[in-house]
């Protein structure tokens, strides 16, 4: 079975569950799940029951689609990515996008919890995405042989609206929310950078590094779907701090600022279908 039967099958699957058409969806990283509880009129779908979905292995990345209300916004939450280093292809990872843009998604918010290799950030910061090193040495539209040129060599220019930036820049100032901006430097994991590959991303640019997000940005420019991306720096790189790393850090950190980040982007989904 080739992977369009695959998403066919999977698309019905969920369509057989909901009774709403979401245009906008969002992607929860490390911590921030808690957005999907508040959703209202909400149904719940495992993706470990959605044929062919892959299966996520990550304690705090609970695997579900949460499709809802925030106001009167249809959306649809996926609380629980897949990652390139628990043994996923970037392909395989961006299933979910490819699902998403045959459901009707038409705008995305990505999500997650990233170190800071900027030293002017400190844990706790909210930073919208400008743009993106890809250093995962993988990219998700590799091997996709059927498509037209403009799908096979996408333009990833506006790989981070910047409609969303900036409207979102502006919203976080009425919020009263201090919002960084900057680039972010995504690599395979699982392990956390050293001091001397931290020192490296941030010459070539990086403020924020992370271990997922690129590829669904790349697979969503290719279906055509606009992307904004917030990171939660929930601890300074290797080198930067002096502290030990964990992955309990990121989980603390990113409990501590779920409400900020919760009244974020509630209010930037209430307000996107405009931008």
Same mark, same amino acid.
């Given at each position: 079975?080739?992977?369009?039967?695959? *998403?066919?099958?999977?698309?019905?699957?969920?369509?057989?569950?909901?009774?709403?058409?979401?245009?906008?969806?969002?992607?929860?990283?490390? %911590?921030?799940?808690?957005?999907?509880?508040?959703?209202?009129?909400?149904?719940?779908?495992?993706?470990?029951?959605?044929?062919?979905?892959?299966?996520?292995?990550?304690?705090?990345?609970? %695997? @579900?689609?949460? @499709?809802?209300?925030?106001?009167?916004?249809?959306?649809?939450?996926?609380?629980?990515?897949?990652?390139?280093?628990?043994?996923?292809?970037?392909?395989? #990872?961006?299933?979910?996008?490819?699902?998403?843009?045959?459901?009707?998604?038409?705008? *995305?918010? #990505?999500?997650?919890? &990233?170190?800071?290799?900027?030293?002017?950030? &400190?844990?706790?910061?909210? !930073?919208?995405?400008?743009?993106?090193?890809?250093? *995962?040495?993988?990219?998700?539209? @590799?091997?996709?042989?059927?498509?037209? &040129?403009?799908?096979?060599?996408?333009? !990833?220019?506006?790989?981070?609206?910047?409609?969303?930036?900036?409207?979102?820049?502006?919203?976080?100032?009425?919020?009263?929310?201090?919002?960084?901006?900057?680039?972010?430097?995504?690599?395979?994991?699982?392990?956390?950078?050293?001091? &001397?590959?931290?020192? !490296?991303?941030?010459?070539?640019?990086?403020?924020?590094? $992370?271990?997922? $997000?690129?590829?669904?940005?790349?697979?969503?420019?290719?279906?055509?779907?606009?992307?904004?991306?917030?990171?939660?720096?929930?601890?300074?790189?290797?080198?930067?701090?002096?502290?030990? *790393?964990?992955?309990?850090?990121?989980?603390?950190?990113?409990?501590?600022?779920?409400?900020?980040?919760?009244?974020?982007?509630?209010?930037?989904?209430?307000?996107?279908?405009?931008?």
């Amino acid at each position: 079975m080739d992977e369009k039967q695959q *998403l066919e099958q999977s698309l019905q699957y969920i369509k057989d569950k909901i009774d709403i058409q979401p245009k906008l969806a969002i992607i929860l990283g490390s %911590g921030l799940g808690s957005l999907a509880d508040t959703l209202k009129n909400s149904t719940v779908i495992s993706t470990a029951k959605i044929p062919h979905y892959p299966i996520s292995t990550v304690p705090d990345h609970a %695997g @579900i689609w949460v @499709i809802g209300y925030v106001s009167n916004v249809p959306i649809l939450a996926l609380k629980g990515r897949v990652h390139t280093y628990e043994g996923y292809s970037a392909r395989e #990872v961006t299933y979910s996008i490819r699902l998403m843009a045959k459901l009707g998604i038409e705008k *995305l918010i #990505v999500t997650n919890a &990233a170190g800071g290799a900027n030293p002017n950030f &400190a844990p706790g910061d909210l !930073m919208v995405i400008t743009d993106h090193i890809n250093f *995962l040495f993988d990219n998700p539209l @590799i091997g996709d042989n059927q498509v037209s &040129a403009d799908q096979r060599f996408v333009d !990833m220019y506006n790989a981070y609206d910047k409609n969303f930036i900036q409207n979102t820049i502006t919203l976080g100032k009425s919020l009263d929310i201090p919002l960084q901006s900057g680039v972010l430097f995504s690599s395979k994991g699982p392990t956390y950078e050293t001091a &001397a590959e931290v020192r !490296m991303a941030h010459a070539i640019g990086a403020d924020a590094l $992370t271990m997922s $997000t690129v590829p669904e940005v790349i697979a969503a420019r290719q279906q055509n779907i606009r992307v904004l991306g917030i990171s939660c720096i929930t601890n300074l790189a290797t080198g930067i701090s002096e502290e030990k *790393l964990n992955h309990e850090e990121v989980q603390e950190t990113a409990n501590r600022i779920k409400d900020t980040f919760i009244r974020l982007v509630k209010e930037v989904i209430v307000r996107i279908p405009e931008w």
